[in-house]
């Protein structure tokens, strides 16, 4: 007699890959949430700070590495963006504190490690982060490149908002009289909308699951202290 029961559809190898992916998704996500609530908790109680301070560079590494591993595609035109947003962001920032004109006048401290021309190498990596995941964000609206590229540069602006006074408590950076300027961000917004309009332009696949992900919990994270302070 035969079996009545009709057998199981086969794993195609899409669902598969989409499930592995899924899993890899959750275990990045998992790590970076695991990174930012050992620090927000770190730096928020615990009475030595400065222990926790030194992982904020492995988070930001951390950080791109994560966000790399899940860009498809990453084609020649996609490292060609990395590398010139990273220089860019850099020698904005060279010019910014040689010239004060840009965001005001202040000063990076060590928390950010190695520095070159006064600045943290880091500083790049940071450009990058902000602006691609703000630059992905906004393509999830369908927008004008233009108006795209604005939402985008808000975005960053809005992160930096919250960055702020967090990176001036744990010595990241010092204004001058301890008071954030307006310009910082008139030319933080200035900045960003180059940069994201840059984004626009060069073709590669503008898509990365783990980005939404990580705008929010570097948000909270710095949202959370501020609220500390």
């Not at 850099?90 to 005001?104: C, Y």
């Not at 190695?114 to 630059?135: Q, R």
Request: net charge positive.
């Amino acid at each position: 007699m035969p079996d009545p029961t009709p057998p199981l559809p086969a794993t195609t190898t899409a669902d598969f890959r989409a499930a592995t992916q899924q899993r890899r998704l959750r275990w990045a996500q998992g790590v970076l949430l695991l990174f930012h609530v050992t620090g927000f908790v770190g730096l928020g109680f615990s009475k030595e700070p400065e222990f926790f301070l030194r992982f904020m560079p492995l988070t930001m590494l951390l950080t791109l590495g994560l966000l790399l591993a899940f860009q498809p595609r990453r084609t020649a035109s996609f490292w060609s963006f990395c590398v010139v947003t990273m220089l860019a962001g850099f020698f904005v920032e060279v010019v910014g504190i040689r010239t004060n004109l840009l965001f005001g006048q202040y000063e990076y401290g060590p928390a950010l490690g190695i520095k070159w021309l006064g600045v943290p190498l880091l500083i790049g990596v940071n450009w990058f982060i902000v602006t691609y995941t703000a630059g992905i964000l906004a393509r999830y609206l369908p927008l004008p490149d233009f108006v795209r590229a604005l939402l985008a540069a808000l975005l960053m602006v809005g992160l930096d908002i919250c960055i702020e006074p967090v990176a001036v408590r744990y010595g990241f950076w010092r204004w001058q009289y301890d008071v954030i300027p307006l310009l910082n961000f008139k030319g933080w917004l200035a900045v960003s909308l180059i940069l994201q309009v840059y984004f626009n332009r060069v073709e590669f696949s503008k898509r990365n699951p783990l980005v939404p992900f990580v705008y929010l919990v570097q948000l909270l994270f710095f949202f959370g202290l501020g609220m500390l302070l």
